[in-house]
């Protein structure tokens, strides 16, 4: 599961297992997430959403895994970065191939 700075990843993983191991002793998946949110002081849309993306890590649902949303996070982060060190580099080479042309500048 993906990274979140309200809820431990450990909570998300405990509630997400409960709802797992307890959801036969109830009539709904919908009913033991309700009943676990509460006890683990998570709303129940929050602990529906936990437990999908964990349905789809196991990959008992279809969707991107939290390794995969995590991977093309960091994916487009070093590519934003090497975007704008490409153009750092480009100024550069504009400014010091100006400063080296011999011929005089126009006007």
Request: glycine residues 6%.
């Amino acid at each position: 599961m993906s990274g979140n700075t309200r809820h431990p990843r450990e909570v998300r993983e405990r509630a997400v297992a409960l709802v797992f191991e307890q959801v036969g002793q109830y009539s709904s998946q919908w009913e033991a997430i309700v009943s676990i949110a509460g006890k683990v002081g998570v709303s129940a849309e929050t602990l529906r959403r936990w437990v999908r993306q964990g349905e789809v890590d196991a990959g008992s649902r279809s969707g991107t895994t939290s390794e995969d949303s995590a991977e093309l996070k960091k994916l487009r982060r070093e590519n934003s970065e090497l975007r704008r060190a490409n153009e750092i580099l480009k100024a550069a080479s504009i400014f010091f191939a100006r400063e080296l042309d011999p011929r005089p500048p126009r006007s």
